[in-house]
């Protein structure tokens, strides 16, 4: 027969093994982006206007960038909330700096897609 | 104090240890950042160049490009800008913070990976990628001056 039995675990909510993970895949999106992307800057500089445009313009570009910042922006509340933990001491002080990271990062989020999706024509 | 005064003050401790016991406590760690050995001054270096990119540098970065991108005149001022003997510095710095960040991030995958783990091995990766940091922001460099 089998019995339900409750049992509180005692370490943690069990979500930091994923943000571990997910700290390292998105390093390795962001380091595959940054390799493109910059083997193109190198084979091709932007120097005018026009191209800085056409670059941003073309569809699997803009695409590929805006992967690359939700990366990082999920990378940067990794790092940052590791950082609190580790120097900001006392519940209240630090929840309310993460609050204030996480606020930013998803305004840098909308920020992005506003820039990327509103490259003028 | 002279160095000649101590062994005058402070009594030298010449008792053999008998034991398998550890040395006797306390121990000293020179936490200066001058003395960390290569594995450790990469590793506080990854953490501040983390900082560092996401606060000044992702937002000033979002608002050169979309200011950039915005119209012909603003592409052109930033253009002009970025020219300029200051601003060449700085990017220089940024360079090297977004290559160190970049390298040192990638021992650690590889770490994680478990390779190159014992000791002597990540020193000498520890040292590379310092290296690599450095010779990634002085090619940067070369192109700016």
């Given amino acids: 027969m089998v019995t339900a039995r409750y049992t509180k675990n005692p370490v943690g909510a069990h979500y930091g093994l994923g943000n571990w993970l997910l700290q390292r895949t998105t390093a390795v999106v962001m380091a595959v982006y940054t390799l493109l992307a910059g083997g193109y ?3 091709r500089a932007p120097a005018s206007y026009a191209d800085w ?15 690359f910042l939700v990366a990082l922006l999920y ?19 630090r929840f309310t700096a993460q609050f204030a990271v996480a606020v930013v990062l998803v305004f840098y989020l909308i920020w992005a897609a506003a820039i990327l999706w509103g490259v003028p024509a | 104090m002279p160095p000649e005064l101590e062994s005058t003050i402070v009594p030298k401790v010449t008792t053999k240890n008998m034991s ?3 040395k006797p406590r306390p121990k000293y760690y020179d936490l ?4 960390l050995w290569p594995p450790a001054l990469l590793s506080i270096l990854h ?4 900082l560092v990119l996401f606060f000044p540098l992702l937002p000033l970065g979002l608002y050169i490009l979309q200011t950039s991108l915005a119209s012909e005149a603003e592409f052109a001022r930033w253009h002009e800008l970025l020219h300029h003997p200051v601003a060449k510095v700085a990017i220089f710095l940024v360079a090297w913070s977004f290559a160190h ?25 520890a040292l590379v990628v310092l290296a690599l940091g450095l010779a990634a922001a002085a090619a940067v460099g070369a192109c700016l001056w």
């Fill in chain 1, 41 to 43: 800057v190198l084979w």
């Fill in chain 1, 53 to 67: 445009k056409a670059l941003f313009g073309a569809g699997f570009f803009r695409l590929a960038t805006m992967l």
């Fill in chain 1, 75 to 93: 990378h940067a509340w990794i790092g940052m909330r590791d950082i609190l933990i580790d120097y900001l001491h006392g519940t209240g002080l």
């Fill in chain 2, 20 to 22: 398998a016991a550890p």
């Fill in chain 2, 32 to 35: 200066n950042l001058a003395h």
């Fill in chain 2, 47 to 50: 953490r501040g160049t983390g």
């Fill in chain 2, 101 to 125: 960040h970049f390298f040192a991030g990638i021992r650690y995958l590889i770490l994680d990976l478990h390779v190159m783990g014992s000791k002597p091995a990540a020193r000498a990766s």
